[in-house]
């Protein structure tokens, strides 16, 4: 029990459901329509595709990501979140709490750090023509990689 109110301790993003969606992410793709339980201010200033996952939505201008059929074979869809990661974020952010599910994203979240120590270690600081799909895929998961 112990290791799981650590886990929400330690859960802090860099960015808010609100500024990844004005920076670009996911394509400009994650839901089809603007979801009604979601404040309509975070979608805005969003940068939306109205047809399939573009690049040129993206901040980085790349697409970064796995397929959603990866996203099931591989267990990351909850039935409460059906749309994944950052659905379940969006909830989270508004205050809603699920225990279990709630460690194991935060646990997904933390494994992102990976990729952080790549691209400080392979790029210099500021260059964020270096490493754009890691880049991209921190953002994603609300780390704000524009800083490395």
């Given at each position: 029990m112990a290791e799981n109110n650590q886990n929400k301790l330690d859960f802090q993003p860099e960015l808010n459901p609100k500024q990844m969606l004005d920076l670009g992410v996911f394509g400009g793709k994650y839901f089809d329509d603007i979801p009604k339980e979601f404040p309509y201010d975070w979608f805005k200033e969003a940068r939306l595709s109205k047809s399939s996952p573009d690049p040129k939505f993206n901040y980085f201008e790349v697409l970064a990501?796995?397929?959603?059929?990866?996203?099931?074979?591989?267990?990351?869809?909850?039935?409460?979140?059906?749309?994944?990661?950052?659905?379940?974020?969006?909830?989270?952010?508004?205050?809603?709490?699920?225990?279990?599910?709630?460690?194991?994203?935060?646990?997904?979240?933390?494994?992102?750090?990976?990729?952080?120590?790549?691209?400080?270690?392979?790029?210099?600081?500021?260059?964020?023509?270096?490493?754009?799909?890691?880049?991209?895929?921190?953002?994603?998961?609300?780390?704000?990689?524009?800083?490395?």
């Open positions: 990501g796995q397929p959603y059929e990866v996203w099931i074979k591989k267990g990351w869809i909850n039935e409460a979140d059906p749309l994944g990661w950052f659905q379940w974020y969006c909830r989270y952010y508004q205050g809603r709490r699920l225990g279990s599910e709630d460690n194991r994203q935060i646990k997904r979240w933390k494994a992102m750090k990976r990729h952080i120590a790549q691209v400080t270690k392979n790029c210099h600081t500021g260059d964020t023509t270096c490493r754009r799909k890691q880049r991209q895929a921190l953002l994603q998961w609300a780390y704000d990689s524009r800083k490395l």
